[in-house]
């Protein structure tokens, strides 16, 4: 029980307990449990013998905060960064429920492979990709009713409303030491003073630092 984003299948096969089924009273549970425990989504397993011939497995998984949309995949990430599962797979059904209403990365970088199911995602992207998730139109003074987050190789993270026709705020590239996650709330407070009353005007504000912002405007009509 709870293989929901798993699925049973993955479960049997992870066992491998064979044909014909090994003698219950010999079963190593332990080595049963490390084996559920290498599956992506297993955040916890428990796995029982019940005599004279039953095994109970009960599975915890790992819960999705954010959905990174890449190369046609749609990969589910939990709070630690982990890539749990691909909503976008054929006959990933119960991925693709847990994945809407999560907020999407949208990662449009053409020479980078981008994050693997089982592997983390690099510790820097998901501190931008969180703090940049996290942000409502009113935060940066916008009047749209929701906000998109994505990453382009030319420009690197931006962000922009969900409706026709937006702005588009370059965030820019971050590094460790270089232009650092941390001054995210700074750009954002500069993003709505360069916004308020005058987001319908903005095409385009390039937050080049903390405090040094520009935009462009919209050509008149």
Known sequence: ?????????????????????????????????????????????????????????????????????????????????????????PGAAAAAAAAEGLPVVDDRREGDAGPEIGAPVDPLELDVATRLLSLRPSDVGSAAPELRVIVRDEDGWTVRPAVEEPWTAVFGFYGPVIRPPTMIPEQVRLLRSLLLDREATVLRAILAGERSGTFTERPEP
């Open 1 to 89: 029980e709870g293989a929901t984003l798993t699925g049973e299948a993955a479960v049997r096969s992870s066992l491998a307990l064979g044909d014909p089924a090994p003698n219950a009273f010999t079963l190593a549970t332990d080595a049963l449990r490390e084996r559920l425990l290498a599956l992506p989504a297993v955040a916890d397993a428990d796995v029982r013998v019940a005599l004279p011939g039953s095994l109970a497995v009960r599975v915890v998984e790992r819960e999705p905060i954010l959905a990174w949309k890449h190369a046609g995949r749609l990969l589910l990430v939990d709070a630690d960064g982990l890539v749990i599962a691909d909503a976008a797979a």
